[in-house]
């Protein structure tokens, strides 16, 4: 699937509505984009394409530069087309970032807002005895324990989330791909510390998990928030080695998972 600007839009709302921020490169382009797609006219003026490749022109100037050409005497070149054009460049632009040094970095960003869920289920796994009822650690629970209980679906909300920014990172940008795997193994690479994990946890984001507190991630540890260039690494592991990506676990396997 090939990107396009409601993609880049949706992604950097995804961003903020986590509490971050895109990285510059990432966010430079963005507004550019969003600025550019948001005009119905843009000029055919030869020095576009140079404009556009300047890390110096903000999203002001570029407004600036398409008002001060729209003279009478350029009114007759005007068009969508150049605008079309320019904000596919720019969106091919964020996408190579994105699977690049930007992908790395914004990651990197989220990586403090992971390590607050991961932490959450640390502690309920550390607190909570697995086959307990609900009803009883509310009942006869220690304080620690109704209050790691109660910490896990504050802490699964922020793990989906990332996880939801990660989905759309895979789906519409391509950040990591695989052959030999599913859309959900390509997601797990980024939660994954190694191969075996990925397969795992790859297999398990394919499930179902009503009911479950923590939803997905009381079967899928949260150890790692890897970099776009880290998962796809693991993601070439998986690939070259000889673990068999058409069996699935049972459930039971996946019951056994260690939670940290």
């Not at 890390?55 to 008002?67: M, R």
């Not at 006869?140 to 790691?148: D, F, K, L, T």
Request: glycine residues 8%; negative net charge; aromatic residues 4%.
């Amino acid at each position: 699937m090939v990107a396009n600007i409601n993609d880049v839009q949706r992604l950097r709302d995804t961003v903020q509505a986590l509490g971050a921020e895109l990285p510059q490169s990432l966010a430079k382009t963005a507004e550019l984009a969003s600025a550019i797609a948001s005009r119905s006219e843009v000029s055919r003026a030869p020095n576009l394409e140079g404009l556009l490749s300047d890390p110096d022109l903000t999203a002001a100037e570029i407004e600036g530069f398409i008002s001060d050409v729209g003279t009478a005497s350029a009114r007759e070149y005007h068009s969508s087309r150049p605008r079309e054009i320019a904000v596919h460049t720019l969106v091919q632009q964020f996408t190579e970032d994105l699977r690049g040094a930007g992908g790395d970095a914004l990651m990197d960003t989220l990586r403090p807002k992971f390590e607050e869920a991961a932490g959450a289920f640390a502690e309920a796994g550390r607190r909570l005895d697995g086959g307990a009822s609900a009803e009883s650690i509310l009942a006869s629970g220690e304080p620690e324990q109704i209050e790691a209980w109660r910490a896990l679906p504050q802490a699964q909300a922020k793990a989906d989330s990332i996880r939801n920014l990660v989905r759309l990172m895979v789906v519409h940008f391509g950040v990591v791909r695989t052959t030999e795997y599913t859309e959900d193994h390509a997601q797990a690479a980024f939660f994954s510390a190694s191969s075996a994990q990925l397969i795992q946890a790859g297999h398990a984001f394919g499930g179902t998990h009503h009911g479950l507190r923590g939803g997905v991630w009381a079967k899928v540890p949260l150890r790692v928030l890897n970099t776009v260039t880290e998962a796809r690494a693991i993601m070439a592991d998986a690939e070259s080695g000889p673990l068999e990506p058409a069996r699935k676990p049972t459930e039971r396997e996946l019951d056994s998972l260690p939670h940290r």
